[in-house]
């Protein structure tokens, strides 16, 4: 079972590599989170500046911002450390 500060980072992972932001439902697939536990999610993400929400021809989509993007940087050097000493992130 994967802890809630791998799934934000699994979420900004797969917007990271996105050029174009995704839709919800790309969310879900991609990231294999429930529909509302992933809003609940992105709400929490938005509020605290790390990706955006946008208008598209398509609807709603989000992007990952320059925050968003430093806390996946530093999130995934942490996790190589703990990893180093045998604790799963």
């Known amino acids: 079972m994967r802890s809630r500060i791998r799934i934000i980072a699994d979420i900004l992972r797969i917007l990271g590599d996105s050029d174009v932001g995704l839709k919800v439902s790309e969310l879900v697939r991609k990231s294999n989170v429930p529909y509302v536990r992933l809003t609940d999610i992105l709400d929490e ?3 605290k500046g790390m990706i955006k929400q946008m208008d598209s021809e398509e609807g709603q989509i989000y ?8 806390f996946l940087k530093e999130y995934e050097k942490f996790s190589k450390f703990a990893e180093s000493f045998g604790i799963e992130v």
Request: glycine residues 10%.
């Open 63 to 70: 992007i990952i911002t320059e925050k968003g993007i430093k």
């Open 45 to 47: 993400l938005i509020k």
